[in-house]
């Protein structure tokens, strides 16, 4: 069973930036999507960015693209979310996720605890 463990998360002000990991363990997942999804209090979950591990390719939620940016670093088994100009509304719960599946947005089989992300004004 893959196991995801998140780290990265703080308090934040508005413009600046913030990097989240995600590692990975368990049987090999190099088939797999691996994802981050946040939520915000009171709204649901949502999709922000993916990659495939074995190519490395990525898809983003509009809302996010130019700003974030996730790759993969094979030899740690971690996954990285690099956040740039920081909004108050991206302020949530950041989830890093994997799927054997196909598609970016899941449905996700393997969840991390989450970690927390605050952006003041």
């Known amino acids: 069973q893959v196991q995801l463990v998140e780290s990265g998360g703080r308090l934040v002000q508005a413009g600046g930036s913030l990097r989240l990991s995600c590692t990975a363990s368990?049987?090999?997942?190099?088939?797999?999507?691996v994802g981050w999804l946040r939520q915000a209090p009171g709204k649901e979950r949502e999709f922000v960015a993916a990659?495939?591990?074995?190519?490395?390719?990525?898809y983003y939620a509009d809302s996010v693209k130019g700003r974030f940016t996730i790759s993969r670093d094979n030899a740690k088994n971690t996954v990285y979310l690099q956040m740039n100009s920081l909004k108050p509304e991206d302020t949530a719960v950041y989830y890093c996720?994997?799927?054997?599946?196909?598609?970016?947005?899941?449905?996700?089989?393997?969840w991390g605890q989450g970690t927390q992300v605050t952006v003041s004004s």
């Open positions: 996720a994997a799927t054997a599946g196909i598609y970016w947005r899941g449905p996700y089989d393997y």
């Open positions: 368990g049987p090999s997942f190099s088939s797999y999507i």
């Open positions: 990659i495939r591990w074995n190519s490395g390719s990525t």
